[in-house]
Protein backbone atom coordinates (compact mmCIF):
# COMPACT_ATOMS: atom_id res chain seq x y z
CA UNK A 1 0.00 0.00 0.00
CA UNK A 2 1.50 3.23 -1.32
CA UNK A 3 0.28 6.71 0.87
CA UNK A 4 0.87 10.56 0.18
CA UNK A 5 0.47 12.38 2.61
CA UNK A 6 0.02 16.53 2.17
CA UNK A 7 0.46 19.74 3.76
CA UNK A 8 0.98 23.42 3.57
CA UNK A 9 -2.39 24.46 2.32
CA UNK A 10 -3.79 27.39 3.54
CA UNK A 11 -5.33 31.33 3.15
CA UNK A 12 -2.75 33.98 1.97
CA UNK A 13 -3.20 37.35 0.42
CA UNK A 14 -2.43 38.23 -3.83
CA UNK A 15 1.39 38.23 -3.97
CA UNK A 16 2.22 36.04 -1.27
CA UNK A 17 4.11 32.78 -1.14
CA UNK A 18 3.23 29.14 -0.03
CA UNK A 19 4.47 26.26 0.38
CA UNK A 20 3.10 22.20 -0.15
CA UNK A 21 4.92 19.34 0.24
CA UNK A 22 3.95 15.76 0.34
CA UNK A 23 5.64 12.54 1.62
CA UNK A 24 5.06 9.32 -0.20
CA UNK A 25 5.53 5.96 2.11
CA UNK A 26 4.84 2.00 1.71
CA UNK A 27 5.83 -0.48 -0.53
CA UNK A 28 7.35 1.46 -3.27
CA UNK A 29 10.04 -0.01 -5.24
CA UNK A 30 10.86 2.87 -7.73
CA UNK A 31 9.30 6.02 -8.39
CA UNK A 32 8.54 7.75 -11.76
CA UNK A 33 7.01 10.86 -11.74
CA UNK A 34 6.00 13.00 -8.53
CA UNK A 35 3.96 16.34 -8.98
CA UNK A 36 1.51 18.89 -7.90
CA UNK A 37 -2.25 19.24 -9.74
CA UNK A 38 -4.78 21.10 -9.06
CA UNK A 39 -8.87 21.53 -9.22
CA UNK A 40 -10.82 23.98 -8.91
CA UNK A 41 -14.42 24.32 -8.30
CA UNK A 42 -16.23 23.48 -11.80
CA UNK A 43 -12.93 23.00 -13.47
CA UNK A 44 -11.22 19.91 -14.50
CA UNK A 45 -8.32 18.81 -12.83
CA UNK A 46 -4.96 20.28 -14.22
CA UNK A 47 -0.85 19.82 -14.23
CA UNK A 48 0.38 22.19 -12.03
CA UNK A 49 4.14 21.00 -12.03
CA UNK A 50 5.85 17.22 -12.09
CA UNK A 51 9.44 15.88 -11.57
CA UNK A 52 9.96 12.82 -13.40
CA UNK A 53 13.22 10.75 -12.28
CA UNK A 54 14.81 10.71 -15.60
CA UNK A 55 15.43 14.36 -14.47
CA UNK A 56 12.67 16.38 -16.81
CA UNK A 57 10.61 19.34 -15.13
CA UNK A 58 6.84 20.15 -16.44
CA UNK A 59 5.47 23.35 -15.33
CA UNK A 60 2.10 24.69 -16.56
CA UNK A 61 2.58 27.87 -18.10
CA UNK A 62 0.10 29.20 -15.72
CA UNK A 63 2.66 28.85 -13.15
CA UNK A 64 6.05 29.46 -14.95
CA UNK A 65 8.26 31.93 -12.95
CA UNK A 66 5.99 31.60 -9.64
CA UNK A 67 6.42 28.43 -8.73
CA UNK A 68 9.22 25.80 -8.60
CA UNK A 69 9.04 21.90 -7.34
CA UNK A 70 11.90 20.28 -6.05
CA UNK A 71 12.41 16.81 -4.49
CA UNK A 72 14.00 14.68 -1.99
CA UNK A 73 14.18 11.63 -3.55
CA UNK A 74 15.70 9.97 -0.32
CA UNK A 75 12.65 10.48 1.37
CA UNK A 76 10.49 10.32 -1.47
CA UNK A 77 8.93 14.19 -1.06
CA UNK A 78 8.28 16.87 -3.13
CA UNK A 79 7.48 20.05 -2.76
CA UNK A 80 6.13 22.98 -4.55
CA UNK A 81 6.82 26.41 -3.41
CA UNK A 82 4.08 28.86 -4.71
CA UNK A 83 5.14 32.44 -5.13
CA UNK A 84 3.52 35.55 -6.41
CA UNK A 85 -0.02 33.71 -5.73
CA UNK A 86 -3.42 34.65 -7.63
CA UNK A 87 -6.68 34.49 -6.73
CA UNK A 88 -7.08 32.19 -9.57
CA UNK A 89 -4.74 29.95 -7.89
CA UNK A 90 -7.32 29.09 -5.78
CA UNK A 91 -7.48 24.74 -5.86
CA UNK A 92 -7.43 22.28 -4.11
CA UNK A 93 -4.03 21.47 -4.72
CA UNK A 94 -3.52 17.11 -5.36
CA UNK A 95 -0.49 16.07 -5.07
CA UNK A 96 0.62 12.65 -7.86
CA UNK A 97 3.01 10.09 -7.70
CA UNK A 98 3.60 7.78 -10.60
CA UNK A 99 5.54 4.57 -9.07
CA UNK A 100 5.99 0.51 -9.18
CA UNK A 101 6.10 -1.41 -5.97
CA UNK A 102 7.93 -4.33 -7.38
CA UNK A 103 11.21 -4.74 -9.54
CA UNK A 104 9.18 -6.61 -12.22
CA UNK A 105 5.78 -4.31 -11.76
CA UNK A 106 3.89 -1.75 -13.91
CA UNK A 107 3.79 1.60 -12.83
CA UNK A 108 0.65 2.63 -10.97
CA UNK A 109 -0.74 5.71 -10.59
CA UNK A 110 -1.53 7.04 -6.69
CA UNK A 111 -3.42 10.35 -5.28
CA UNK A 112 -3.02 12.41 -2.47
CA UNK A 113 -5.93 13.50 -0.15
CA UNK A 114 -5.78 17.65 -1.53
CA UNK A 115 -5.52 20.12 0.14
CA UNK A 116 -6.68 24.11 -0.51
CA UNK A 117 -5.26 26.96 -1.07
CA UNK A 118 -7.18 29.91 -0.93
CA UNK A 119 -5.98 33.47 -2.43
CA UNK A 120 -7.67 35.99 -1.60
CA UNK A 121 -7.86 39.96 0.62
Known amino acids: QVQLVESGGGLVQPGGSLGLSCAAS????????MGWYRQAPGKERELVASFSSAGSTNVAESAKGRFTISTDNAKNTVYLQMNNLKPEDTAVYYC???????????????WGQGTQVTVSS
Open 96 to 110: YLRAATSRVGRWYDY
Open 26 to 33: GRIFSVNV
